[in-house]
């Protein structure tokens, strides 16, 4: 049974950067697409990134093109997601989520992936 543990949250003032973490366990990762998600209090929890088995494919949400970008090291069973210019809007809890499928598709749905982090917070403020 794959499990997923994120860690790297924390609070940073607007225009910082975090790096944050996954660290899988139970089983190999590289059989497994990845997705990083988010939930702002109060709102739907959105899919932020995703990436295929091998990162042949990644997506990320309009919000954060160009300032955030998913990674794996399937050696080492770790999924990362490094987020540059961070605004109040990019505050939430964040969760790393896999898909035995390997699915990663355009629009990143909460349907596609089976497994789950319990979240780390991200505060982005003054």
């Known amino acids: 049974q794959l499990r997923l543990v994120e860690s790297g949250g924390g609070l940073v003032q607007p225009g910082g950067s975090l790096r944050l973490s996954c660290a899988a366990t139970g089983s190999s990762l590289d059989r497994y697409a990845v997705a990083w998600f988010r939930q702002a209090p109060g709102k739907e929890r959105e899919g932020v990134s995703c990436a295929t088995t091998r990162s042949d494919v990644t997506n990320y949400a309009d919000s954060v093109k160009g300032r955030f970008t998913i990674s794996r090291d399937n050696a080492k069973n770790m999924v990362y997601l490094q987020m540059h210019n961070l605004t109040p809007e990019d505050t939430g809890v964040y969760y790393c989520?896999?898909?035995?499928?390997?699915?990663?598709?355009?629009?990143?749905?909460?349907?596609?992936?089976?497994?789950w982090g319990q979240g780390t917070q991200v505060t982005v403020s003054s």
């Open positions: 989520a896999a898909d035995p499928v390997g699915g990663c598709p355009r629009r990143i749905s909460i349907a596609t992936y089976d497994y």
